[in-house]
């Protein structure tokens, strides 16, 4: 989960995504105004963003940790 965070937060559009929710919320909180926690009103693109995970990289950490710390566990 938080090698998926971590990658996920390379992302670009991800970034954006959440620096923008996370100015909404300040905004709500600031002013306790309900409609800053909407969307924009501009006309949202309809691009579909997909992130691609290395699902191998996650395995490979996991298989690792458990030889290396397998006693541990």
């Known amino acids: 989960g938080a090698l998926a965070i971590l990658f996920a937060s390379f992302d670009a559009t991800h970034r954006n995504k959440a620096s923008a929710l996370m100015t909404r919320a300040k905004l ?41 710390w397998g006693r541990l566990i």
């Open 28 to 68: 709500f909180l600031i002013t306790r105004d309900v409609q800053e926690l909407k969307p924009s009103s501009e006309p949202a693109k309809r691009e579909r963003t997909f992130l691609s995970f290395p699902y191998a990289t996650a395995i490979a950490f996991g298989f690792f940790s458990f030889v290396h």
